[in-house]
Structures are given as C-alpha cells and as structure tokens.
C-alpha cells in the first residue's frame, strides 16, 4: 500500500455530472491506497453555468486550492483556449478531459482515449478493427476515433448529426493518420454502410438514462460484428442489450469510463491504480443504483 501526507482536491466539472459514479471509483481507490483524496462534482446545470465558463472555474478551483479536475461535456473542447500546456495527443483529438494545476498552471490531458483503447485490447481481445463505423464526433467521439485508428483501425466512418463538425474531424484525423481512410458519413447513410464494416461505435449520448433508445436502426446488424457503446449508465443500453441479443460480441462503456479514471488517477498521484479493482467497484455502484 502507497501512503502519502499530501492531500488530493479533485473536482469533474461539466454538465449533469451530479451522478456521475467517476468520483466513487477514485475516492474508493485512494482509500485502499492509503491516499487523502476528496472528488467533488461541480455540476453546471447546479450551477446555472454555460460550459463556456470553464476557464473562469478553473481559475476559481486553483485558487480555492483543487490539484486537478476532470473535464466533461460540454467542455472537453473549450477548455483548450485556458490550458497552458496540452500533451500532444489531447491537442491531436482536439479535446482534453484531465487537467492539472501545477504551480498555477493547467496541464491537459486526454484519458478518454487511452482509457478506451485499453477497454477494447481487454475486452474485444483479438476483434477485427479494419473497418469501423462510429456515431458521433464530439469531444468523446474524438477521442474514440483516435484511439482505433492508433491501434490499426484503416477505414473509420464518423458519422455525426452536425456534417460540418463530422466533416471538420475527419478531415483532422486524415492529417494524423494518413495511411487510414476516414470518411465524414450522415446518419441517413448508416444502413448501407453497416454491411460493409467489421464493427459498430457508439460515441453519442443516444442510450443514456436521460436519452434513452436506440442510436440507429438495427436491422443491417449481424452478429459478425462487434458493438462498443461509450455509455455506462446504463451499462446495458438498449444498443449493448439488443446487439447481444443478435449474438454480436459486445464491449460496454465502463470499459472505456473504468480506463479513463485508471489513467486520470495515475496522473494526478503519480501511484499506478488496480484497473480491476476499479472496475469491480463501478459495477458494485451500477448494481447498487438500480
């Protein structure tokens, strides 16, 4: 067990973050590690804050003494222009989840990437990734998309509600992987591209508590492919629910929000958390707010 007599202020600023169960696995993990560590949600909508507020509350965090706070919709993306230091893949995906103070300064950082692609090596172990089919590109949707085309995804169609923001990403991510085909796609254009992907990504809140149901018609489906959701609460979506129905292999999103807070927890103390452990907790919380 680590012990440290430095205390650790964290706090997860965004939208609706009042029941996020990220504070629960950090404060869970600090407490076997021996670790003073409080996290605090620091909800906008509690607030009457717009996401564009962000610079001014982190400011406001510094002063009041936080060491670091996560960064979640809706300001992944306008948190950039207030950070004094961004690591190079979070300036490359164009959003930053993890954020640092270090002697006054914000230090950005992405975990939403390395979080999923550590979620899909542990929990779709060998899937076929050559050609991927990914609905939404916002700031998780960014992520996501870098994390498959970093690890051999060659043909991604992003497909995003708002063209010019799929057409904008993709035209970045052509850039940063010039090797990968990547193509901006409308949603009207998904069932004629389902036959001809390997597997399915969801990275849009369509299947969250607040925005239940399906984010696509199910009917090109096969159980050939793989079906990841970024969503975690539920666990079990209506996408996770019906494509294992259909006998696809599945990956849920407490993948991606357990490898996410694995990462962010590693960078905030220095001290390498239990991924499993982790993980087992997230769901014992899931299990416990049913």
Not at 179 to 207: F, W
Request: glycine residues 12%.
């Amino acid at each position: 067990m680590s012990t440290t007599a430095e205390s650790y202020l964290v706090g997860l600023i965004g939208d609706g973050v009042m029941p996020s169960l990220t504070p629960g696995m950090h404060e869970r993990e600090a407490d076997v590690q021996g670790l003073r560590y409080l996290y605090r949600p620091i909800d906008l909508a509690v607030l009457g804050r717009p996401g564009s507020d962000v610079g001014a509350l982190l400011k406001a965090g510094a002063q009041l003494g936080f060491n670091a706070f996560n960064i979640t919709h809706p300001c992944k993306q306008l948190v950039l222009e207030h950070l004094d230091e961004i690591t190079e893949n979070a300036r490359d995906i164009g959003a930053v989840n993890t954020v640092v103070i270090r002697e006054g300064k914000f230090h950005g950082y992405n975990t939403d990437a390395s979080g999923f692609g550590r979620g899909f090596a542990e929990g779709l172990p060998g899937a076929n990734q050559q050609r991927v089919l990914q609905l939404g590109a916002g700031g998780a949707g960014s992520a996501v998309a870098y994390a498959l085309l970093a690890s051999g995804t060659e043909q991604l169609f992003l497909v995003d509600p708002d063209a010019q923001r799929a057409g904008q990403r993709a035209a970045e991510l052509n850039r940063l992987f010039p090797h990968a085909e990547i193509t901006a796609a409308s949603p009207e254009q998904v069932p004629g591209l389902l036959p001809s992907v390997d597997g399915l990504l969801n990275a849009t809140p369509i299947g969250m508590h607040h925005h239940p149901g399906l984010p696509l018609e199910l009917e090109g489906l096969e159980s050939r492919h793989w079906v990841a959701d970024c969503i975690y609460r539920p666990v079990d979506t209506e996408l996770i629910c019906a494509a294992r129905a259909r006998g696809c292999r599945v990956l849920d999103g407490g993948h991606m929000a357990v490898g996410q807070a694995v990462d962010a927890f590693e960078i905030f103390t220095g001290i390498k958390p239990d991924a499993a452990r982790m993980r087992a907790h997230l769901l014992e919380m899931l299990e416990a707010g049913r």
